[in-house]
């Protein structure tokens, strides 16, 4: 079976695992015009994991799919993590399996701290062991969805960091932020080598060395977009411009003129340029994706999607 991601099979992977915990959240109270944009995105999440005797035929994702199992029985279903494909347009959305897997790729007391796709449309996703786990000086590692799966520890971590936010850019390589795992400054921009899973940090974008900083973003242009997180959850686009000391700050995010308190689970930027906010407000679910305008930060939703990150769906 082919694990890249064209098109028609983006949409049909299932990751299995298990889930220690979950995360009570209080009904959603964030609230904003709702955009009609469509975009196809690929979000993964904890949830049952569909066996192949139960999995939906395979379609375009710009189809709408009355076949794919809404409510599943999950008593004889064990929990794991779940690639999803929605297209926003449509809501179309699919969760199916990869089959021949021998072991599961994420465990207990283990977190996701990064997805992303690569110019090839190899689904890649970073998992950390969580703080106060028997497994939390094991490093970072990254798994890619390719043929075989293959599975790399990030070699070159600090005991008490961790990788997160991976982007695949534009050129072919993987890179992302490399911090605390409390998630306190300082914050490293770094490369990780395909082969190996070493890091080496890029020193021609300068971050702040006292704040905190998530989520990377690659437009087609070539420019490269993250947030800053202020000690009260504030949310603050800036652009990485390699030819100045310190990153552009473009806007503080907001919705309907209330300040975004809570960071951001993903940032993407798509095919026309349009960045692309996924996150909740600090006690609200489900996460949602929201269209960002660059000038005033006034975020526009565009769907609930219940999903811990995203990342855009290979063309």
């Known amino acids: 079976m082919n694990y890249k991601l064209s098109r028609r099979r983006f949409g049909q992977l299932a990751i299995a695992g298990t889930v220690a915990s979950g995360i009570s959240y209080l009904a959603n109270k964030a609230s904003a015009q709702t955009s009609s944009v469509n975009i196809n995105i690929i979000g993964v999440s904890s949830g049952p994991i569909i066996s192949d005797e139960t999995a939906s035929p395979e379609v375009n994702t710009t189809e709408l799919d009355s076949t794919a199992p809404d409510n599943l029985p999950t008593a004889s279903i064990p929990v794991g993590l779940v690639v999803q494909s929605l297209n926003t347009g449509t809501n179309n959305l699919q969760t199916l399996p990869i089959s021949g897997l021998t072991k599961a790729l994420l465990e207990t007391n283990e977190a996701l701290t990064g997805l992303t796709s690569l110019k090839d449309g190899t689904l890649v996703v970073a998992i950390t062991p969580v703080s106060a786990s028997k497994k939390e000086a094991t490093p970072t590692r990254i798994t890619l969805l390719s043929t075989p799966i293959k599975t790399l520890l990030i070699s070159g971590l600090k005991k008490n960091e961790q990788l997160s936010s991976v982007l695949g850019t534009n050129d072919g390589r993987l890179i992302g932020l490399v911090g605390k795992k409390n998630g306190t400054p300082p914050i490293k921009l770094v490369a990780i080598d395909l082969q190996t899973g070493e890091i080496s940090l890029i020193d021609k974008f300068k971050l702040p060395q006292?704040?905190?900083?998530?989520?990377?973003?690659?437009?087609?242009?070539?420019?490269?977009?993250?947030?800053?997180?202020?000690?009260?959850?504030?949310?603050?686009?800036?652009?990485?411009?390699?030819?100045?000391?310190?990153?552009?700050?473009?806007?503080?995010?907001?919705?309907?003129?209330?300040?975004?308190?809570?960071?951001?689970?993903?940032?993407?930027?798509?095919?026309?340029?349009q960045l692309i906010a996924f996150g909740a407000m600090r006690y609200t679910s489900p996460n949602a994706s929201y269209i960002v305008d660059r000038d005033s930060g006034n975020m526009t939703r565009i769907q609930n999607f219940d999903a811990t990150k995203i990342t855009l769906a290979p063309t």
């Open 210 to 273: 006292n704040e905190r900083v998530s989520s990377l973003a690659e437009c087609p242009d070539g420019k490269l977009y993250t947030v800053l997180l202020g000690a009260d959850g504030d949310t603050t686009l800036v652009q990485l411009d390699p030819e100045r000391k310190k990153p552009v700050i473009l806007a503080q995010l907001k919705i309907n003129g209330e300040a975004w308190n809570n960071g951001l689970e993903s940032l993407l930027c798509s095919a026309t340029g």
